[in-house]
């Protein structure tokens, strides 16, 4: 799996796992701050994190067009610098919501720019890379490499963002709760009706504060809490001073795949070689036409995939159990995921290895990791209690955890010609997005629907088990794993060489609308519809999308030949 990739690759992943670490921390806490310290609705909230989502995945489409013309590793630097800036303004916590608001928008553009001119831009060297006649073969691989890297950073994310929010909350004298950011805010704009009154009382007296003053309770809890969320926001500039250090004493590694096609042009003439085939004009719009009707089913994917950080969020939140038990606690814990990915890893090893050397090596970690997994299962208690960021880091877990099936599987397919074309794989991919939200409508059926439970902070007296909630993100991994570190390298593959970075930045313009129109789910969020039916829009979207992509397979696969 990891063998004969240039060592650009893993300097270049590395430098990206810190990136995503920051950005993911960030966004695992994002909708829950904007409703503990503004107050606003979901659909507010929906609104604000989709225009947000568009435009980070807009603007590499601008800093594609800019590394075309000035040096896609040039970009790169400036783009972590700028996004640095962006997080650092989004820690700094303000008790007045007027100008918290600005600074926070403030912030949030330049986090969209500096990602704009860095990620992209990152993922179009890679390309580069294997450009080469002896790495070509193996660029499908290379981007699942670099796709587990980037899970590898939004895996701990959300723990990451709990354990800071946490600790500084504590520091108040406050614990976690989720109805008390809607209450606290009903209260104090006056519009709280008498049962969430009686609600918001017992919560208080919970939390060791006097139920005589639910005003100054209020006050306070959402004041704690918008401001412990400002400083899990800070951990983003920890870890981007981490990715420049990589990115800055690993750059020889990468520096030969730091071209665009004019230099790589220059730099062919120079050496006496013969320059690069040239497509023709017909050649380039064909291609760039293959491209944009990929992009087009890409939009209703990420629509449909980045509801982990809205709605499906907000289902955990006020419908899903916060106490774990069983096996499943075990899951719960960010180490114990480590370990399973140790034990995958290793066991993968211990098949693959030539050396007897390499299978012991390999053997005694596996059975270190199922050792420790035992014995960290047997010490836990009966019960774990799990907050809402956390399911976020399921999805990572298990891009890392099946990543090496995904590349044995299709390293197997393509040895007996078999092997389903990228094109086609993005076409099953969404068929599978689709049956991961069957499962959320199969549990929502007897749910109440959100407007229902408004009155009473928004959560449910009927919560569901975790593991649903689990299992949605499995059959959502396997879908990724299918589209989006292939559509990656298919947009590298068959981009013009003159506009690799544009239409690497019009990969992430499709991502970006596909983020805008996640908000339309949480518009329906409180309307009134039955919970069950949100899921339904979901699924219909997902199957559109593959039947429209099935229907121009051939077209698109001749592309790619």
Sequence with gaps: MFKNHPKGLYALSLANTGERFGYYTM???????????????????????????????????????????????????????????????????????????????GALLLISVGTGLFKGNLQVMIGNMYDAPEHRSKRDNAFSIFY?????????????????????????????????????????????????????TDLAAKQGASVADLGTFAGQYIQSLSGAYNYGFGVACISLIISMIIYAVFRPTFRHADYNSKQLVEKQTASGNE????????????????????????????????????TLTFFARDYTASIVEGFSRFSCDIINLVLVIFGVYSAFALFQSESLRGK??????????VGACILRYLGMEGQTNIEPQIFQQFNPFFVIALTPVSIAIFSYLAKVGKEPSTPRKIGFGMIIAAAAFFIMT????NLASPKALQSVGGV?????????????????????????????????KVAPPQFK????????????????????????????????????VLIVICILSAVFIFSIMKRLEKVTK
């Design 27 to 105: 966004l695992a806490i994002f909708v829950l701050f904007l409703q503990a310290k503004f107050g606003f609705n979901e659909q507010v909230a929906g609104d604000i994190y989709g225009y947000f989502l568009a435009c980070v995945y807009f603007m590499p489409f601008f800093g594609g067009m800019l590394a075309d013309r000035f040096g896609y590793g040039k970009m790169v630097t400036i783009g972590i610098v700028v996004m640095f800036a962006g997080y650092f303004f989004l820690a700094i916590p303000m008790n007045d919501g007027g100008p918290a608001f600005w600074l926070m928008c």
């Design 148 to 200: 587990m890297a980037i899970n590898i950073g939004a895996m701990f994310a959300p723990t990451a963002a709990t354990k800071v929010t946490n600790f500084f909350l504590a520091q108040d004298g406050f614990t976690y709760n989720a109805q008390i950011p809607s209450l606290a805010h009903q209260y104090l704009d006056g519009n709280i009706t008498a049962q969430g009154t009686a609600l918001l």
């Design 275 to 310: 320059a690069p085939e040239t497509l023709t004009r017909k050649q380039t719009v064909s291609r760039i036409t293959a491209l944009a009707l990929v992009y087009f089913v890409v939009i209703f994917f990420w629509m449909s995939f980045h509801q982990n950080g809205l």
């Design 360 to 369: 012991i090596i390999a053997g005694t970690i596996l059975g270190a990791s």
């Design 442 to 445: 199969y549990v929502s059926i």
């Design 460 to 492: 449910s007296d009927v919560l569901v088990s975790p593991n649903w909630l689990i299992s949605t993100y499995l059959v959502l991994t396997f879908a990724e794993l299918l589209l989006s570190p292939m559509g990656i390298s298919f947009v590298s």
């Design 501 to 536: 970075g544009l239409m690497m930045g019009g990969w992430f313009a499709a991502t970006a609308i596909g983020n805008y129109l996640v908000k339309l789910i949480s518009q329906i969020w409180g309307s009134g519809m039955e919970l069950w039916m949100i899921w339904g």
